[in-house]
């Protein structure tokens, strides 16, 4: 694993804006980096991120049966007492689900280690799946790439594979807060997917959706949702008042609700009590157990958190960095600290991605903190030999 600079494509932003991808800048900061690369050979994708992918998807699987089964799991993972059984009844009848992503750290040596499992509404599927294949091709085409350079990138052919196997009969909503243009643009990306693998699809605020006389979820049109792709995650849902008609709704919502039990910083103490010195997990303890007073490096994550929020860095016991926030309120685990990819650009994350049951890609983040946020940066990467 390197980090090199590449001549950037000179019409990369049109390129961008013609393709939906607005977001390539957020925040006022660039966040798509056309003229550098993350370089990887073969061996080291098929061995040290593939295959381990592969095998902590299988892992997390094997977890949810006993954690949906136990209150006292869900207690550790605050799921809400009154939507145990919409969790329970979900993984009951197999609701299938889509997609997921492992966010990993690796410096180029050893072996990946598991940082958190973003199961639920992971973004910069777009960037990874589509829009690097657009770079690869085109830094090939322009001589900048050998021939023979490839990506480890089976996502859309793969998301077109996943939403193959939903039914076609209905209606495929997608939604999501369509003002957010990264949201609306993650989604109508995947909508894409779905169409091409023959769905009629329809876009919806996810403000939008109501409920009829018979306690079905609606669009505007007051059509009957019966299956719908939301990027909006399962912590908010579970508690919103609209959530007491998830009973009634069977296998409506992707992904299903059994994934609020992975998407759950929780998971990753679990996972480490059955799996103890696995290679690719790092010892990781709920805060409030006395195990958790034995890491002097770690970080301490609260179990529902999104970019980075409230997450602090302690190194030798003493607070290194700390992001704000509003999480938190629900527990705080800790996990013993990891160091990532370094260059002068700052410090990355993989982001190993799952579709349906099948490790199949790979994308980059990177940030001048140690803990990856809201202004990372998403940096393609190439396989050279």
């Given at each position: 694993?390197k980090?090199?600079?590449?001549?950037?494509?000179p019409d990369?932003?049109?390129k961008?804006r013609a393709?939906?991808f607005?977001?390539?800048?957020?925040y006022g900061e660039?966040y798509?980096?056309d003229d550098?690369?993350?370089v990887f050979s073969f061996?080291e994708i098929?061995t040290?991120?593939?295959?381990?992918?592969?095998?902590?998807h299988?892992m997390?699987?094997?977890?949810v049966?006993d954690?949906v089964?136990s209150?006292?799991?869900?207690?550790?993972l605050a799921i809400?007492?009154?939507?145990?059984?919409?969790v329970?009844r979900?993984?009951?009848?197999?609701?299938?689900?889509?997609?997921g992503r492992?966010?990993?750290?690796?410096?180029?040596?050893?072996?990946?280690?598991?940082l958190?499992?973003?199961?639920?509404?992971p973004?910069?599927?777009?960037?990874?799946a589509?829009?690097?294949y657009?770079w690869?091709t085109?830094?090939?085409l322009s001589g900048?790439l050998?021939?023979?350079?490839?990506?480890?990138?089976l996502?859309?052919e793969s998301?077109?594979?996943?939403?193959?196997?939903?039914s076609k009969e209905?209606?495929?909503?997608?939604?999501a807060?369509?003002?957010n243009?990264e949201?609306?643009g993650?989604?109508?990306?995947?909508?894409d997917?779905?169409l091409q693998?023959g769905?009629?699809v329809?876009?919806i605020?996810i403000?939008?959706?109501g409920?009829d006389a018979?306690g079905?979820y609606?669009?505007?049109?007051?059509?009957?949702?019966?299956?719908?792709?939301?990027?909006?995650?399962?912590?908010?849902?579970?508690?919103?008042?609209?959530?007491?008609?998830l009973?009634?709704?069977g296998?409506?919502?992707?992904?299903p609700?059994?994934?609020?039990?992975?998407?759950?910083?929780g998971l990753?103490?679990?996972?480490?009590q059955?799996h103890p010195n696995?290679?690719?997990?790092l010892?990781?303890f709920?805060?409030?157990?006395?195990?958790?007073?034995g890491l002097?490096?770690?970080v301490r994550?609260p179990?529902?958190s999104?970019?980075g929020?409230?997450v602090?860095?302690v190194?030798e016991?003493?607070?290194v960095?700390?992001?704000p926030?509003?999480y938190g309120?629900?527990?705080?685990?800790?996990q013993?600290y990891?160091?990532?990819f370094?260059?002068?650009?700052?410090?990355?994350?993989?982001g190993?991605?799952?579709i349906?049951?099948?490790?199949c890609?790979?994308g980059?983040r990177?940030d001048q903190?140690r803990i990856?946020?809201?202004?990372?940066?998403?940096?393609?990467?190439?396989?050279i030999?």
């Open positions: 694993m980090r090199i600079a590449i001549t950037a494509r990369w932003r049109e961008a393709v939906g607005g977001f390539h800048e957020m660039p798509w980096v550098t690369a993350y061996e098929e040290e991120i593939e295959a381990p992918s592969q095998e902590l299988d997390c699987m094997d977890m049966g954690i089964t209150e006292e799991m869900l207690d550790r809400p007492h009154d939507m145990r059984d919409v329970l979900s993984w009951q009848r197999g609701d299938r689900h889509l997609y492992f966010d990993l750290a690796y410096d180029g040596s050893g072996p990946v280690k598991l958190e499992y973003n199961a639920d509404t973004t910069s599927i777009f960037e990874a589509y829009f690097q657009d690869l085109d830094q090939i900048q050998p021939d023979s350079a490839d990506q480890y990138n996502l859309q998301l077109i594979e996943a939403f193959a196997q939903f209905p209606i495929f909503h997608f939604a807060a369509t003002r243009e949201d609306r993650t989604t109508v990306y995947l909508m997917c779905a693998a769905h009629r329809e876009l605020d403000n939008d959706i409920i018979k079905r609606t669009d505007l049109q007051d059509q009957v949702i019966d299956r719908c792709f939301k990027l909006y995650p399962w912590e908010h849902m579970l508690r919103e008042p609209y959530a007491r008609q009973a009634k709704s296998d409506v919502f992707i992904e609700a059994w994934k609020s039990v992975l998407s759950n910083k990753l103490p679990l996972l480490w059955r696995h290679p690719n997990l010892p990781s709920f805060a409030d157990t006395p195990a958790a007073t002097m490096d770690y994550k179990l529902l999104r970019e929020e409230n602090t860095i190194r016991g003493h607070d960095i700390e992001a926030g509003e309120e629900e527990g705080f685990i800790i013993a990891s160091p990532l370094e260059s002068e650009a700052g410090y990355a994350v993989l190993s991605w799952v349906g049951d099948r490790a890609g790979l980059v990177e903190s990856t946020a809201n202004l990372s940066r998403f940096v393609p990467h190439v396989i030999d």
